[in-house]
């Protein structure tokens, strides 16, 4: 049997990597992006089959509260305000509620535990299930303004502006959502703070702004979703004020970075447990 000699610079003794012919060297580390849409692909395959009632039962809630509220409004504001709520109400109902409740319900089984295995950045998870959940919203919001613009004789012509506010203000919503499911001791409660959430979108979103006592409207005012259903309904006027809607955009977009950055850090917290 022969040797084959270990080549070893003067002066060093042979090491275990010498022999071994060096160290393995570790993969790349993944990126963010594609890590981001590899989670949110597999994030729409797995609610695929739930999609269609999910989409139902957000629409079908928002068009009966229009058609509820028809008979109450006496004022063209109150209608934009009613159907602009209305619309953001299917964001919330899913990326607040229903995100709140994954989030919760995958810590408490474990999930948590396989992402936590994967060579995927924690914002990745985060960002990826947030975008997932949001994009199930675009159908029902986008019915919805359309079923409440022919129902309160409103405009159609700014609706574009809902390509915008749909992913800003599920942006905010979303980390809510996700920061409320993981931080949460218990599922229950995760899905309790979900629930609490949606309905103050709901209430403090499709109620007119001008009914409300002063203090209800200062709650209004540190809701999220409340500066993306004021974007939405600036855009009924016959010459909407451009630089308020961009002004609540930005409010919805700042809020969004905050909150989806306090999910990214309660992910990290809860998979480390």
């Known amino acids: 049997m022969s040797v084959t000699p270990v080549k070893v610079p003067a002066g060093r003794a042979p090491t275990v990597a010498d022999t ?46 229009m058609i509820m509220m028809r008979g109450v409004v006496d004022t063209r504001g109150e209608a934009q305000s009613v159907v602009a709520g209305s619309s953001i109400v299917v964001v919330a109902y899913v990326a607040l509620n229903l995100l709140a409740q994954y989030f919760g319900q995958l810590r408490a089984s474990g999930g948590l535990d396989h992402y936590a295995t994967l060579p995927v950045p924690p914002a990745a998870v985060v960002l990826g299930a947030a975008a997932a959940y949001a994009s199930f919203t675009v159908p029902g919001t986008l019915v919805t303004a359309v079923f409440g613009c022919l129902l309160f004789g409103l405009p159609l012509t700014n609706l574009w502006i809902l390509l915008t506010v749909i992913p800003l203000a599920g942006a905010a919503l979303a980390g809510l959502g996700a920061a409320c499911g993981l931080l949460a001791p218990r599922p229950e409660l ?38 993306g259903v004021e974007a939405y309904a ?26 989806l950055a306090v999910a990214t850090w309660a992910y990290r917290r809860a998979a480390v447990r």
């Open 190 to 227: 995760a899905t309790l703070l979900g629930q609490l959430g949606m309905s103050a979108a709901l209430l403090l979103g499709v109620l007119p702004p001008d009914r409300m006592p002063e203090i209800v409207r200062l709650a209004r005012d540190l809701l999220p979703s409340t500066y």
């Open 20 to 65: 071994a012919g060096g160290p393995a060297r570790l993969g790349p580390r993944a990126r963010l992006w594609p890590s981001l849409m590899a989670v949110y692909r597999a994030q729409l395959s797995r609610a695929r089959v739930a999609r269609i009632p999910l989409l139902f039962v957000a629409t079908f809630q928002s068009v009966g509260i």
């Open 234 to 259: 600036r855009t009924f006027g016959d010459r909407p004020d451009w630089a308020l809607v961009l002004a609540d955009l930005g409010v919805c977009a700042g809020v969004g970075v905050i909150s």
